[in-house]
């Protein structure tokens, strides 16, 4: 609230507010040191105070140079990997030159910090994580391991505030050299979601080839490795080759069997194949052990012909796997409910069974709808195809699920209110 009256306040009186800010993040660089390591809800908020600052030195006219010394200073006091946000917040205000002059400044200061001053800091820390036992912990390390678990944090801090100005200059090599540091190179030990990263960067500056090079060295990229995938296929575009690209959306679409995915390739397919593609993709969404995301695909793709008999076909394998389908199984059976409403009604009865398993009041009230509507579809159905007939079905309810008191009443009033409206 008082960076947002400060910020209100830079439209009348921006140097003012400047300076204002400026003072709320000395007072408060204590308070980050006691609390933002350990207090998630904190960071966001700061982040944003970051963002205002920067917003606020812009209205105030603050020179590039200015803004860089406020920031280094910053920077020194950041025990907490907190402001490393300045850095996009001041985007606006800071120049070419002086973010380089930043860069230097901030790698060399990882040569100047003297490590030894830093163990009252480390002790701080593990009294908060452990109070029970800091102490002792503490004691227990050596001087040696003391100064090196400081540096590792050191290095940590300052590769946040690289990467920072690496994306300011929308350079990706400086990126990628700030995941590195303290090494001159980056190598293949980077988690794959740096590896991410530096994909995203290189796909953004168009060099598709140093983005495979990326994706392929991903550990992910062999495994699940669907998002890499997509990244993959953008590099493949960018470095001209369409045809690889479109071979690797096919195993994408295999592997996920999404509404997105299906019109991604068929988007990327020429005029006169479009027809073959599309009647290819669905026999292998008919074939595929996907079941559920399968009856999805269809669903969404208007194939309903084909959606409504892998729902009869597969039915007991929907009812095993209703956990995980039910979100779905209602859009489903909505789909289905006009011209195929025996399926529908089928997608319907699965619902109705896991919500009295449940035996939830609200899925019980959503059961009852569900009952009702089988009831209404059921009268348009001529062949039930070896299914329960709608009065078979009741009278196996009854059975299983006798003591589901709340789901009989709602059915008895609906009926009730039904009877009254002839």
């Not at 910053?74 to 070419?96: E, R």
């Not at 953004?204 to 699940?224: C, I, M, N, P, Q």
Request: aromatic share 8%.
């Amino acid at each position: 609230q008082l960076c947002d009256f400060i910020l209100s306040l830079s439209d009348i009186l921006p140097g003012e507010a400047f300076n204002l800010m400026k003072k709320f993040f000395e007072i408060h660089q204590n308070f980050y040191k006691k609390n933002s390591l350990y207090n998630e809800e904190i960071r966001p908020a700061f982040r944003g105070a970051c963002l205002m600052f920067g917003k606020i030195a812009e209205r105030a006219d603050i020179s590039s140079k200015e803004a860089a010394d406020i920031i280094f200073s910053l920077f020194l006091g950041d025990v907490s990997n907190i402001h490393f946000s300045l850095i996009s917040g001041f985007a606006n205000v800071l120049k070419d030159s002086d973010l380089k002059s930043l860069r230097s400044k901030i790698t060399a200061h990882y040569n100047s910090a003297v490590f030894d001053d830093m163990t009252e800091q480390e002790k701080d820390v593990f009294e908060t994580a452990f109070p029970s036992m800091g102490i002792r912990i503490f004691s227990r390390i050596s001087d040696e391991e003391r100064r090196n678990r400081a540096k590792d944090k050191v290095a940590a801090k300052i590769r946040l505030w690289l990467k920072e100005i690496a994306d300011c200059q929308n350079n990706a090599d400086d990126y990628i050299a700030a995941l590195a540091f303290p090494k001159k190179q980056c190598d293949n030990s980077i988690p794959d979601s740096e590896k991410r990263e530096i994909v995203q960067r290189m796909i953004a500056a168009g060099r598709g080839e140093d983005a495979l090079k990326w994706v392929r060295a991903s550990v992910g990229y062999t495994r699940d490795g669907s998002e890499l995938m997509k990244l993959e296929i953008e590099a493949l575009e960018i470095s001209n080759k369409s045809s690889e690209a479109q071979e690797k959306r096919l195993v994408l679409f295999e592997k996920e069997l999404t509404s997105d995915s299906y019109e991604e390739l068929v988007r990327h397919t020429d005029e006169k194949s479009r027809s073959a593609t599309k009647e290819k993709l669905v026999q292998l969404a008919v074939a595929s052990d996907k079941v559920p995301q399968a009856v999805t695909l269809l669903a969404e793709i208007g194939r309903f012909e084909e959606c409504s008999r892998l729902v009869q076909k597969n039915l007991n394998l929907l009812e095993k796997q209703a956990d995980h389908f039910d979100a779905r199984a209602r859009a489903v059976a909505k789909a289905l409910q006009n011209d195929y409403p025996l399926s529908a009604v089928l997608l319907y009865r699965m619902l109705i069974s896991k919500a009295l398993v449940d035996t939830n009041i609200s899925k019980s009230t959503a059961a009852a709808k569900d009952f009702a509507l089988c009831e209404e579809l059921s009268s348009k159905i001529t062949l039930f195809r070896g299914f329960r007939t709608h009065e078979q079905y009741l009278d196996f309810l009854k059975q299983r699920h006798k003591k589901a008191d709340c789901f009989w009443e709602k059915i008895e009033t609906a009926k009730n209110k039904k009877l009254k409206k002839r």
